[in-house]
């Protein structure tokens, strides 16, 4: 199971507790949805300018807008079929621009990051146009977002702690074999689903 489906519950029950989410009750979830993105870019200049703890304090900006947009339009009642849909877009281009400011320095093991960051969505997201699933589904979680993230986090803290490129250099190599790894995961789980689903519509 991916760090994202573990720390879930307990991401919830902060920004109940802390009531966090209810400060930005002003704002039109679609627009903390924006702030990500701004969030993104921003990370992706300070990683252009190698100004890493910049980049770090941006990146904890953007997950903290990703949590909220959603946690906001649940509690002003605003949840929009465009809102789901931007949201994830946003993701993707936040991770893009990441990967793209490490691309300087870093160009083969940006790509292969990148490549299966997008590898890993895409199998999940193919799945469901194959054929029509009912409900949901506990995909494989390994290599998701909030795996991707902490290793990255991890790797721009080493840096700033020991100064030595190469912690940069392994988070993004981790990243590409952890989503390669989810990527393979989902296409063996999607073969599954589909040949199960496949043989319940027969019956």
Not at 34 to 40: P, Q
Not at 82 to 100: H, M, N, S
Not at 131 to 136: C, I, T, V, Y
């Amino acid at each position: 199971m991916g760090t994202i489906k573990k720390l879930r519950p307990v991401g919830g029950w902060i920004i109940q507790k802390t009531r966090v989410a209810y400060l930005l009750t002003w704002m039109h979830p679609n627009a903390i949805t924006i702030l990500n993105l701004i969030s993104g870019f921003l990370v992706f200049y300070f990683i252009y300018r190698q100004q890493f703890l910049s980049a770090l304090i941006c990146i904890g900006l953007s997950i903290f807008f990703d949590l909220m947009d959603g946690a906001v339009a649940r509690i002003t009642g605003k949840k929009t079929s465009f809102g789901g849909y931007l949201d994830p877009i946003v993701d993707k281009t936040v991770e893009f621009l990441i990967y793209l400011g490490f691309s300087i320095n870093f160009p083969l093991e940006s790509f292969a990051a990148m490549g299966a960051s997008f590898l890993i969505g895409d199998a999940k997201t193919w799945a469901y146009t194959q054929k029509s699933l009912p409900g949901n589904f506990d995909w494989p979680g390994i290599g998701d977002k909030g795996d991707r993230y902490i290793v990255l986090i991890l790797g721009i803290i080493f840096f700033i702690i020991f100064q030595k490129a190469i912690y940069l250099q392994y988070s993004l190599i981790a990243i590409s074999i952890l989503g390669f790894l989810g990527f393979l995961s989902r296409v063996l789980y999607a073969r599954k689903i589909l040949r199960d689903n496949h043989h319940e519509g027969n019956e």
